[in-house]
């Protein structure tokens, strides 16, 4: 399940929910990618995603990228992409915990390797694993890809807010032009 994320594209800050944690991930600037997965995975410390797991951390996201154009497309992925996350998909991965117990165990921090690890696999599920429901903006100048999450499969924009209400506005226009006309 994704949670979005905050994006700057020409100038306007905007919410862009990509439907799948590894799509977020990918979305934004590289200069953003260090504190996006300090963020994301609470027990990664900012200060310990060091200048190799940084170079890691960007190997990884531009196969996720790579692999989820392809897909969108309806094209082969490359093979770099896909051996990139099968790679950082069969290292530990963050555990899930269960709150209540009595035990510490998987409370402490993780390492950036283990939040890296969880991102590949759900590009896996998620990107790899319904192909059907990887989709480009329809938006000729955005594209951004996503993960359509809706119950009727029918998601066309980025975000509504953005690419959805232009596109409304343009048709709104066009409508009055040919009343006009
Ligand atoms: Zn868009």
Same mark, same amino acid.
């Given at each position: 399940?994704s949670r979005g ?5 020409d100038?306007?800050?905007w ?5 799948a ?28 995603i060091g ?19 392809s ?15 099968n790679?950082?998909a069969?290292?530990p ?5 269960l709150? =209540?117990? $009595?035990?510490?165990a998987? *409370?402490? #921090?993780? %390492?950036?390797?283990? @939040? ?6 759900d ?19 955005c594209?951004l ?12 924009w ?5 690419? =959805?209400? $232009?596109?409304?506005v343009? *048709?709104? #226009?066009? %409508?009055?032009?040919? @009343?006009?006309?």
């Open positions: 399940m994320r905050w994006v700057i594209t100038g306007s800050r919410f862009f929910d990509a439907g944690d590894s799509l977020d991930f990918t979305a934004g600037p590289d200069s953003e990618v260090r504190h996006w997965i300090a963020e994301r995975f609470e027990r990664v410390p900012e200060a310990e200048e190799r797991e940084l170079a890691d951390a960007l190997a990884l996201r531009a196969a996720i990228a790579g692999v989820a154009a897909v969108a497309d309806g094209e082969p992925c490359q093979h770099d992409d896909i051996d990139t996350l790679l950082f069969a290292t991965d963050v555990p899930p915990v709150a =209540g117990g $009595r035990r510490q998987g *409370a402490g #921090r993780i %390492r950036v390797g283990q @939040a890296l690890s969880s991102l590949a696999r590009a896996i599920v998620n990107v790899g694993g319904d192909p059907e429901r990887i989709r480009r903006c329809a938006a000729p100048e594209r890809v996503f993960h359509d999450e809706s119950r009727t499969g029918t998601r066309r980025c975000s509504m807010q953005r690419c =959805g209400n $232009r596109a409304k343009r *048709a709104f #226009r066009g %409508r009055a032009e040919s @009343a006009a006309g």
